[in-house]
């Protein structure tokens, strides 16, 4: 077969690939821990899959109509940016998507053009630099440091916009680091982004999950004319899980949502109908089931960091947000054991797969070597029972 130029530029995204061969083991019977997927573990709160059943009842199993979300729930969205993040948008500033991820890649079908540079803040969720390459632009990685809780500087986003910049991709709180960018940082990096007229995806889907007291701005509220450069991105899945449901949803500037609604009637039309319905009780219903999840995060969060931070080799920093887990795993390399040499985290990540039935995901899937990602969206047990397979793993290795 003869594929496409672009398809040799990208790979499947790691996480999903980590997911779906954790799957298979699981399938094959293999007592597997995966602390791989990045999804709550609780259900969908009953009073969302309520509604969820009642839009199939009641017929609403249709084309949505606008397919770029029913009204009510474009209201809902405009309301949450406005008494969540002093954001003031109208309904037809609103795309509603099939996920944040979709969310994302149609506003870079819309605004990159084939050399187009776009800025990534490294680690960076996996996603953003493949879909900037399956449209032709360069992503230009910035890598962050971990005693900036791997948040990008102002200086840094400076020194890497050229005259090809097009746009910034940010993502607080992130995945995979759990950083939350302080209000002072991010009005810096605002100053910057407006002083070079460039355009800002914001990816703020974890915005609900912080600890610690961090908090969570909205770059477009901190300069006026930036809502005319910003994609404010957000969705269900996390804060309600709710990520099979497939409901994203993004905020802009109306030319920019126009163009990527038109992307959207040519590739999925509108997401799940039944779906809207039951986003919008997320959004208007009972808010509290969303601070308990967030309550249980927190507890596993201090689980694993301190249980990592006790195996040895491993060095873990607190997250202040989003559900995962990034130590640094580099004083490992080296080491060997009748597995094989541990010379990355690849190695590692599969050391820990076939000797402790561990699976997590290589910090080289968020474009940043030397570090493993684990996901604490898991329950407590399974967190423990992790942490003791790798320690005994770990005893193999000299
Ligand atoms: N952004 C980030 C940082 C994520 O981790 C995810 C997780 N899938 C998404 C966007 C997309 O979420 P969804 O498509 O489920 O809304
Ligand atoms: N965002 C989640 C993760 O990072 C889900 C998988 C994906 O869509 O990337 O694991």
Known sequence: MSFAKRMSNIQASATVAAFARAGELKRQGVDLISLVAGEPDFDTPEHIQDAGIEAIRTGKTKYTNPASGIPELKDAICNKFQQDNNLSYAPQQIIVTCGAKQTIFDAIVVLIDEGDEVVIPAPYWTSYADQVRLMGGTPVIVPTAPDRNFCMTARQLQDAISSRTKMVMLNSPCNPTGGVYSHSDLQAIADVIAWAGIYVITDEIYEKLLYDGAQHISIASLIPELMNKTLTVNGVSKAYAMTGWRVGYGAGPQDLIANMIKVQSQETTNTCSISQYAALEALNGPQGCVETMRQAFEKRRNQIVEG?????????????????????????????????KIESDIDLCNFLLDEARVACVPGAGFGTSGYLRFSYAASSQDIQEALDRIQTALTQLN
């Open 308 to 340: 990592l931070n006790n195996l040895p080799g491993f060095q873990c920093r607190t997250p202040q947000g989003a559900f995962y887990a990034f130590p640094d795993v580099t004083k490992l390399f080296g080491a060997s054991s009748s597995w094989g």
